[in-house]
């Protein structure tokens, strides 16, 4: 199945005549590569133009990669470590490693105890990084490889340059050019694609894959999902629906969107969505403000404020329909918990009816409510799944008239430390 | 040191005569245990009243489970569970096990996948659980119980009983009569403390000391803020100060709060911040909207929308000043990163740089500032911070005129759920 969508509103709500005209020329702009920030749409037709060759470099290196490293180190930020850590995440099982390497990321932060430690933790297991940074002059990554390399020579000698992949700009950045020296096997970030849209690129795919997990079948469901949500057709296109709906509630003074899942591998997600809408829409004193909360844990916690708080909040809930695992409540003897109503239930049945205990409640209390569903946390739902956030994070963007593929702001950021730092030019 | 604020606006703004009479006579009302939610107050004086008896109870407790098991399982959900994560999370060393057992928590959600593969992955642990509900009667660690108290009885069989410990409510609930049952060792939640109060109780110091840390320097930071965040006098009170900016920046149409740090330890921290404040204020329609970020990380995601997008945010920093782990940039031969003008550099320095740099740019692009800064992260410091916030979190909701120690909505969500579950009396 496709990616469903409830409302609680009206439906005409946001299927008006209004809504379908300018998400129709946003949809044709795209298509024609034309709009602002035009020139950052290379994700938008990536899954359909990726090829078969493509995908088996990366197939063929995450291979290398596990027949000769136990732990692969993957050093990024921002969009060049949620996506993949997204993925990874929403793919796992508790309590049990995953069929290919263990990925460690680094240069997500700057801390010198965890950067200390992974090496010490490292010693005694075969390593490989891959160092991923799209204009390969970001600071955190830097600094961490920096630290990292150095381990590496020490420890593999000449042989380390065969153990670390880089993944950046095809043409420029300091990160290029020491690849280049050092002869290390490079991967391209598109010049097209920006970090939160990348992804789809090597930037996901070679981690994910060295992770054991299955790139083919990730693609294909973004591939579907380029179809699916690129419709012209409105009453068939979810994107443009989540789209139209979160916009006709910030135009209502809803302005705050909390993303809440009830399963707890999703929180990846959540991150990534956090990063793909705040980073896209936060400009020129507008969006929506991107929150997010974990069921049933956070109902006794935020659960409170969402109920009986300031009405400026809307939710979107990303349910998932299948487990892979369950339990079913069994009877027992003595009942001393009290729980023996509940047997015959499995413990998934249980959060749907929490779902819609929490949604209905939710709804009462003043909060207009969003419902998202998924079939299963496999590769394809999630490949599906991410392109559609995508596709409907540039939908939204467009309508609010923000360009959704800059971020002013962080480079007002990246510029102002480096004056602090003394960087030299700056 | 006490904890430190800064505040980016005008001191005479928070230090109002206003804001010391009503900060002034809420500070009385704890004092002499009058006012709304009084009957929950017995967290205020706790640290002050604390016998060395119970905390020799605690540590011996703690001892046992450390002689005989591998592993405690913490089968909690909100205030039962967001403590002692914060403040274990807070202590931990990256990629190293603590001193003490392993802590794994369940009931916390719900999902069988987590609970069956737990289950497996213990098989050959020894284990031992500590199972906590205020109330005795919720319904996800209630269902996590069902399932492993049957596994420990398959398991251990007679024995299963003194593995078990209970930290339930002394006079009610179905928790204390299957403890009594079945003679498991049980501690108590006070009836005077909400669970969202309550980590300087069994509910938090056991599993804390199972885990390997000092409760008793916890204690004596916790006691010492009581003393320091509990003096009348305004100007030296850090704890009223923050309220009362919180207070203002609300008021002035500054609704929702980023709680920011820089380090990585701190995020349950944070989610147990979200919680107190969250479920303490967020009523009648009222209330600051507890948020949180990650930096450096989250400054390549939602800093852009904190830089930039809608004008209702303030953000809070919460500084660590001393890192126990460091390192320094050291010059790099080729200079191929180009990062050579950081040589010399600590990397707890760069963060500061960051925070200088990030604190500047989002009070020019209009978002107001806060800073709180403890000395360092050990039992000592911790203790203080989370009561400090705890006290915080009563001066700032009373000063809204906001009852701080019920949770009406919660209490929705659980009826919601029993009736929809066909529980016997709903």
Known sequence: MTIQLTYSGNFEDISSTSF??????IRENLHQKVGAGSDFLGWHDWPSNMTDAFLNEMKETAQKIKSTSDVLIVIGIGG???????????????FKASSGVEVIFAGHHVSGEYLANLMEYVNDKEVSINVISKSGTTTEPALAFRFLQTYMEKRYGVDAASRIYVTTDAQKGSLLHLATEKGYQRFEVPANVGGRYSVFTAVGLL???????????????????EAFYGTADFSNNTAMQYAAARNFLYN??????????????????????????GESEGKEGK??????????????????????????????????????????????????????????????????????????????????QLALTIEKLDEYHIGELLYFFM???AYSAYLLDINPFDQPGVEDYKTNIFKLLKKPGY
């Not at 060049?80 to 508790?94: P, T």
């Not at 060295?210 to 999902?225: S, T």
Request: aromatic share 12%.
């Open 20 to 25: 379908q005209e300018k998400l129709t020329q």
């Open 207 to 225: 981690p994910i894959a060295a992770a054991g997990y299955d790139i083919q079948e990730l693609m294909r469901g973004a591939k579907n999902a």
């Open 80 to 94: 060049s470590y949620l996506g993949s850590k997204a993925v990874m995440e929403a793919l796992s099982s508790y």
């Open 287 to 368: 969006g929506v403000f991107p929150a997010s909360v974990s069921y049933t844990t956070d109902l006794h916690s935020l659960g409170q404020y969402i109920q009986d708080g300031r009405r400026f909040l809307f939710e979107t809930f990303l349910n998932v329909q299948k487990v892979q695992t369950d339990l079913t409540v069994f009877e027992a003897e003595n009942n001393g918990d009290e729980l023996n109503y509940l047997a015959g239930l499995s413990l998934q049945e249980f959060n749907k009816v929490g779902y819609e205990a929490t949604s209905k409640a939710h709804l009462d209390g003043g909060v207009p």
């Open 391 to 393: 596709i409907s994070c």
């Open 252 to 277: 209502k003074g809803y302005e705050v969107e909390i993303l809440a899942t009830f399963d707890a591998k999703l929180s990846f997600v959540q991150e990534w969505w956090k990063q793909l809408f």
